[in-house]
């Protein structure tokens, strides 16, 4: 199988604007450099999805936000009213960070629930949902474990972790592949956390994953670029 082309890699990532210090101006110069690559969506803040949405207008850039980060307590009904609300404004798509809490305490049937609730909510809007595990708290099992409930509970996406902490390579590539090993050809990984060099997003690619969250997006499709005319890629 051939490498995706910079074209096709750029479709699959998220182009990510979410940290409490970006600012409008931040969205502004974010929304103008996933277009200028055509990345496949754009990710922001909640409070700024309306405004986003109207910076994407003629584009078919996917306009997405995040519901319950950075930690995943909330009360799932404060989950589903925030996702409510980010469907209402625009929002194409939905990351929900599952509660790690209860996964950690056994509580399986409660964060399916909770994703299952989110799930439904997005479906009136025909949004699909990623549910963020957070798998620097996760072993192997908890991770097989937190992918199959959202997967049960009826996501499009099982995501690695929400990237506000800094993940490892190896640690995010092997979480991907654990994922991999149990979840179905439909469901799609997202690898977040450590997306910042262009090795990294191939090392994850060449894993499993087939969206990522980034910031350093355009650091990352011109380093490819370069990886493609050399035939260097690891991906031939």
């Known amino acids: 199988m051939s490498p995706p082309t910079v074209a096709e890699l750029a479709k699959l990532i998220d182009h990510s604007v979410i940290d409490p210090f970006h600012t409008e101006n931040d969205l502004r110069e974010g929304v103008a450099l996933?277009?200028?690559y055509k990345t496949g969506q754009f990710?922001?803040?909640?409070?700024r999805v309306k405004q986003a949405r109207e910076l994407l207008k003629g584009t078919d850039i996917k306009l997405q936000t995040f519901v319950g980060l950075p930690h995943g307590s909330d009360h799932t009904a404060v989950k589903v009213l925030q996702a409510?609300?980010?469907?209402?404004?625009g929002a194409q798509e939905i990351d929900m960070v599952i509660n790690i809490?209860?996964?950690?305490?056994?509580?399986?049937?409660?964060?399916?629930?909770?994703?299952k609730a989110v799930v439904e909510t997005a479906k009136r809007y025909d949004v699909v949902v990623k549910a963020i595990i957070e798998?620097?708290?996760?072993?192997?099992?908890?991770?097989?474990?937190?992918?199959?409930?959202?997967?049960?509970?009826?996501?499009?996406?099982?995501?690695?972790?929400?990237g506000t902490k800094p993940d490892k390579v190896p640690d995010v590539e092997r979480a991907v592949k654990v994922l991999r090993s149990v979840l179905k050809p439909t469901t799609v990984i997202k690898a977040s956390g450590g997306c910042y060099t262009t090795d990294a997003i191939v090392t994850y690619y060449r894993a499993g994953a087939r969206r990522f969250g980034a910031f350093e997006t355009a650091k990352i499709l011109e380093g490819y670029e370069e990886l493609l005319l050399r035939g260097a890629t690891g991906l031939e």
């Not at 990710?43 to 409070?47: D, K, M, R, Y």
């Not at 409510?84 to 404004?89: H, Y």
């Not at 809490?101 to 994703?115: C, F, M, P, Q």
């Open 34 to 36: 996933a277009k200028k």
């Open 43 to 47: 990710v922001t803040q909640p409070f």
């Open 84 to 89: 409510s609300l980010a469907l209402e404004d």
């Open 101 to 115: 809490s209860a996964l950690l305490s056994g509580d399986v049937k409660y964060v399916e629930e909770e994703i």
């Open 135 to 162: 798998v620097f708290f996760l072993n192997d099992e908890q991770t097989k474990t937190a992918g199959l409930a959202a997967e049960r509970a009826g996501v499009g996406f099982v995501k690695t972790s929400t």
